[in-house]
């Protein structure tokens, strides 16, 4: 299906998040905010945000930007 799926880690435990996004629906405009909750309880030394490209898809990061939201903004995605 061409997915863009990502995923967060910490230290090598579980993921603490994954989310995949199919092609079409990923990108609809240039500022693209894609929700994923999670939570760290404490000081980690290492925390990654890895994103997987499935065959025959093309993606350009160009910013990673974390921040504490309000899981309420975010209801209706």
Same mark, same amino acid.
Do not use: C
């Given at each position: 299906?061409?997915?863009?799926? %990502?995923? *967060?880690?910490?230290?090598?435990?579980?993921?603490? #998040?994954?989310?995949? %996004? +199919? &092609? &079409?629906?990923?990108?609809?405009?240039? #500022?693209?905010?894609?929700?994923?909750?999670?939570?760290?309880?404490? &000081?980690?030394? &290492?925390?990654?945000?890895? *994103?997987?490209?499935?065959?025959? *898809?093309? *993606?350009? %990061?160009?910013?990673? $930007?974390?921040?504490? +939201?309000?899981?309420? $903004?975010?209801?209706?995605?």
């Amino acid at each position: 299906m061409n997915n863009v799926i %990502i995923d *967060v880690n910490e230290d090598g435990q579980p993921l603490l #998040a994954e989310r995949a %996004i +199919a &092609q &079409q629906d990923l990108f609809d405009d240039l #500022a693209s905010f894609i929700y994923m909750p999670f939570t760290v309880t404490e &000081q980690t030394r &290492q925390t990654e945000v890895r *994103v997987h490209v499935e065959q025959d *898809v093309l *993606v350009e %990061i160009r910013d990673l $930007v974390i921040f504490k +939201a309000d899981p309420r $903004v975010w209801s209706n995605i």
